[in-house]
């Protein structure tokens, strides 16, 4: 099926990847009616499941670019924290030097684009058509509430990929974000300013903590405390600190962090007491070396592991305490009695031990994807709580989070700057390989800075970029502005 727009994508028909195999046996031509998918509340479940579907599957037909869990990488690799090794395998190295997103013709700058706005597509189908839908009024508010969160979920994505960092003192932020399609639509609008996508991102998920509670199936699906720490994301980067620090409170209330052992599982099970949000790995659903843990895990038995392993950055490791158990997720000095690594495979100088599967070496990809952890609750809550002034305050939620991975850490003394860069140690530390250094360093307004450490000048190509520099910016698709007359690229 072809598609006038990026941005309109499946707006006029439904996603049927994952979708109960009794409804898509009705409508065998590849897309369901949005009257059908949405006529009783069972059948826009089903609907419903294909757009967290949508969430993980290949894109512009690349092994490398499997959806969101393919952007949490990208993301962390355009940073510093997250190291290729060497050119052995060449999966993902233009994101790395930051190339792909600066082409407007290349898959690593489209698939963002087109992944979101698929997500949105369909979750507007939802949003417009449950209302009408044969069912409980409670069955309805679940699935509004959920294709709430998935939009807002995209269009926080988007608007901090495509559009200039969101700067509170200059309110309202009047530089363009992306453009917001609201309701099933083929015409081509201009992009929104990204002060009013923000408004639509948080109007989104206010009216979904409305219709949502604690209650889910399933992991894999939104419920209430993921609306909230949503909430709390996208108020960190609007640097609305008390908002965060509320947010961030309330999302993680009923979860609590891993113990020691726990935290040297794999971090492949979404079982785990921490886990607040993520993709449950079913055998059916199987992206086998396009998956997630083809590129991030220590042991899987593909070839992007066995040559090129992930990385972390030197500086960091090395101020990583040993007490901690966080220090035992890399392997600064890899022999075969302290790392595991698929058969054939190479060991490299601080590679990764942390996400694994079962078996060694593993011949699954079926590890589950955490999207969001209590951890990063606490995480926001202390930076938010510090950039209030509430420096004790922050000290002692930072305390309650660290203490549990470091048994020897002592609860900080620090103030201001110092603080927030404890902080920042431990959120980079905490939660690398999850998808966030970029954004980080794009929301904090930081330069991207790679040098010092065991960064390859080979495999990077690039070591500085300033903060605020256009190239933080990622280009519009050359495919939407062909297609789209009211949209305006970003500087080239």
């Excluded at 998956?291 to 895990?297: D, E, G, N, Q, V």
Aim: net charge neutral; proline share 5%.
């Amino acid at each position: 099926m072809k598609f006038k727009l990026l941005t309109m994508l499946l707006a006029i028909g439904v996603l049927t990847t994952a979708c109960e195999k009794e409804f898509l046996e009705t409508s065998p031509t590849g897309s369901v009616d949005a009257g059908s998918a949405y006529a009783t509340t069972k059948n826009a479940t089903a609907a419903l499941n294909g757009i967290y579907r949508a969430m993980i599957v290949r894109y512009l037909g690349s092994q490398g670019h499997f959806g969101h869990p393919a952007m949490m990488i990208i993301v962390d690799v355009l940073g510093e924290d997250v190291i290729i090794p060497n050119t052995a395998n060449t999966w993902h190295l233009p994101e790395t030097r930051w190339q792909a997103h600066r082409s407007e013709t290349s898959t690593g700058d489209q698939l963002p684009y087109e992944l979101y706005y698929r997500l949105i597509g369909n979750a507007n189908i939802a949003i417009t058509s449950i209302d009408n839908a044969a069912g409980t009024q409670a069955e309805r508010n679940q699935i509004k509430g959920e294709a709430l969160g998935l939009r807002a979920f995209s269009y926080f994505n988007l608007v901090q990929l495509y559009g200039k960092r969101y700067d509170a003192a200059t309110r309202p932020n009047s530089q363009l974000g992306v453009p917001l399609v609201l309701t099933p639509t083929t015409e081509g609008l201009p992009r929104a300013t990204v002060e009013d996508v923000y408004t639509q991102i948080n109007k989104d998920l206010a009216e979904a903590a409305t219709l949502l509670t604690s209650s889910r199936s399933y992991k894999s699906h939104i419920n209430l405390e993921v609306i909230k720490g949503l909430q709390a994301r996208v108020a960190l980067t609007q640097q609305s600190w008390a908002d965060a620090a509320k947010f961030a409170a309330e999302a993680r209330k009923g979860y609590t962090p891993m113990t020691t052992a726990q935290y040297q599982d794999g971090f492949s099970d979404i079982s785990n007491p921490e886990w607040m949000w993520g993709f449950d790995h079913l055998e059916d659903q199987s992206e086998y070396f396009g998956a997630y843990h083809s590129y991030i895990s220590a042991n899987f038995n593909s070839t992007n592991i066995r040559v090129d392993p992930k990385v972390i950055n030197s500086k960091l490791y090395d101020q990583i305490p040993t007490t901690d158990v966080r220090s035992k997720m890399w392997v600064k000095t890899p022999t075969t009695t302290n790392s595991i690594v698929p058969t054939g495979g190479v060991r490299v100088p601080y590679m990764t031990q942390k996400f694994r599967l079962p078996g060694t070496p593993s011949t699954s990809t079926m590890g589950d994807i955490p999207y969001m952890r209590a951890a990063e609750m606490y995480l926001i809550e202390a930076e938010a709580l510090a950039r209030q002034g509430k420096d004790a305050e922050a000290a002692g939620v930072l305390f309650d989070l660290v203490s549990k991975r470091d048994p020897s850490y002592v609860k900080s003394t620090k103030t201001g700057t110092q603080l927030l860069e404890e902080i920042s140690f431990n959120r980079r530390v905490e939660l690398w390989g999850e998808g966030f250094r970029f954004t980080d360093l794009k929301r904090t307004n930081q330069p991207l800075n790679r040098n010092g450490a065991n960064v390859s000048s080979a495999v990077a190509v690039l070591f500085d970029v300033p903060a605020g520099d256009k190239q933080w910016e990622f280009l519009i698709p050359r495919r939407e502005i062909n297609a789209n007359k009211a949209i305006v690229q970003n500087p080239l």
